[in-house]
Every structure is written in structure tokens, then in C-alpha cells.
């Protein structure tokens, strides 16, 4: 019962440095989506994908890239960090096709600081 | 664009007090609503949803009614517990469940 997994759990960057926050899982959904939280504005969208090899941008793309090889796995990278970029980020996954009863599952979260 | 509001927090009551969350939303034409709970250092879990007018979602004794009348979808819980404490968030979507648009959370502190 893995569900949606994050890793790394925490992390720490310099302003500059580039990281990839991995999201995979293991319940064959075809719609895998990036959220960041900040205090005081809710969870933003960041890009989703539908299925393997197509992703879309959500609300606040900028500063990030992401792909989708296999249907289990959605990463999400960072090219260059800045501080804006320090945030809670969270994966979420369903089973899509504009499913109703298909609710989003979501990991744990990846507390990111970039100094 | 689509937009939710909900009330302020932090919001703090007794065990055993009557809850309400107010949310309400912008929308056009007719979204799904869904309320989800974040427990400490864990994700969002769906607690409800209602994906037509007058519609009540419900589940764990917490319950909430679509209103289109005053775009609003308030929850409501008749005696909270110590294990209600959370961050609640209203959110909606046009399509599907997929692209959601979330409010920015209600912390919830029940104290025995």
C-alpha cells in the first residue's frame, strides 16, 4: 500500500543549484499533477501530465521542468533554485479521465529551502 | 478564473463543540466541490465531495452541502474530536478531479 511516494522527504539548496524532487506511484494512474504550498495561499498547481509522455502546465510553471517516461513516475526538477522557490511541495496522482469518484491521492510532501 | 475562499484561521474550539468552515467559490458554469484534510506531516486526504447543486457530501461525521444559490459549500461537523485537529482545504475543479483550485486552508486546533 504505497500509495504516492516523495522523495527526498526534506532539502536544503543554495540559490543556483539544481535538484530533481521524484514522485512515483504504484496504483497505475494515468494523471500524476505538482502542487507547491505557501503559507497563507493554498496549494498552487504546478505542471500535471495525463499519461506517459505528455505533461501541461498548471498555474505557476515558471522555474520548473518535468517529464513523464513511465506512467509510475513524475519528477520534478529545478534548474536553477531561487529562494522563491522555497516552499512544500507536493505530488498527487488519480486515476483521471474526468473520473468523479477518482479522488486525488497525495504524498507526503518535500520540504524545500533554498538559500 | 476559478477561485475559493475560505474563512481565516486559526480557528480553536473544545472537544465536543459544533464546527463550521465557511467556503465559498468563483466559478462558471457548474464545478465539483471537495473538501480535503491535511493531518500533520502527512498530504491531503479527500474528506468529501459534491459534484452537483444540493448535493450533500459526507463521511466521518463531517458534512457538507453544495450551494449554487450563495456559491458556497460550508462543512460542518456537529461534536469535534481531539483527532479532527487539522488543516482543512475547500477546493473546486471544472474538470474532473483533476485540476483542482484550493483555498488556503483552515487550521483546526481541538483542545480536550
Known amino acids: 500500500n504505497a500509495g504516492v511516494t516523495q522523495t527526498p522527504k526534506f532539502q536544503v539548496l543554495k540559490t543556483g543549484q539544481s535538484m530533481t524532487l521524484q514522485c512515483a506511484q504504484d496504483?497505475?494512474?494515468?494523471?500524476m499533477s505538482w502542487y507547491r504550498q505557501d503559507p497563507g495561499m493554498g496549494l498552487r498547481l504546478i505542471h500535471y501530465s495525463v499519461g506517459a509522455g505528455i505533461t501541461d502546465q498548471g498555474e505557476v510553471p515558471n522555474g520548473y521542468n518535468v517529464s513523464r517516461s513511465t506512467t509510475e513516475d513524475f519528477p520534478l526538477r529545478l534548474l536553477s533554485a531561487a529562494p522563491s522557490q522555497t516552499s512544500v511541495y507536493f505530488c498527487a496522482s488519480s486515476s483521471g479521465t474526468q473520473n468523479y469518484n477518482s479522488p486525488l491521492h497525495f504524498g507526503n510532501g518535500t520540504r524545500l529551502t533554498v538559500t | 478564473g476559478n477561485s475559493v475562499t475560505q474563512m481565516e484561521g486559526p480557528v480553536t474550539l473544545s472537544e465536543e463543540a459544533f464546527l463550521t468552515i465557511n467556503c465559498t467559490y468563483t466559478a462558471t458554469g457548474y464545478p465539483s466541490l471537495f473538501w480535503y484534510v491535511q493531518y500533520p506531516g502527512e498530504g491531503l486526504q479527500l474528506l468529501l465531495k459534491?459534484?452537483?447543486?444540493?448535493d450533500k457530501g459526507s463521511n466521518k461525521g463531517f458534512e457538507a452541502t453544495y450551494r449554487k444559490e450563495t456559491t458556497s459549500f460550508h462543512l460542518e461537523k456537529g461534536s469535534v474530536q481531539v483527532s479532527d485537529s487539522a488543516v482543512y482545504f475547500c477546493?473546486?475543479?471544472?474538470?474532473?478531479?483533476?485540476?483542482?483550485?484550493f483555498g488556503t486552508g483552515t487550521r483546526l486546533t481541538i483542545i480536550p
Open positions: 477546493a473546486l475543479s471544472r474538470v474532473g478531479n483533476e485540476k483542482l483550485t
Open positions: 496504483m497505475n494512474h494515468e494523471y
Open positions: 459534491a459534484t452537483k447543486a444540493d
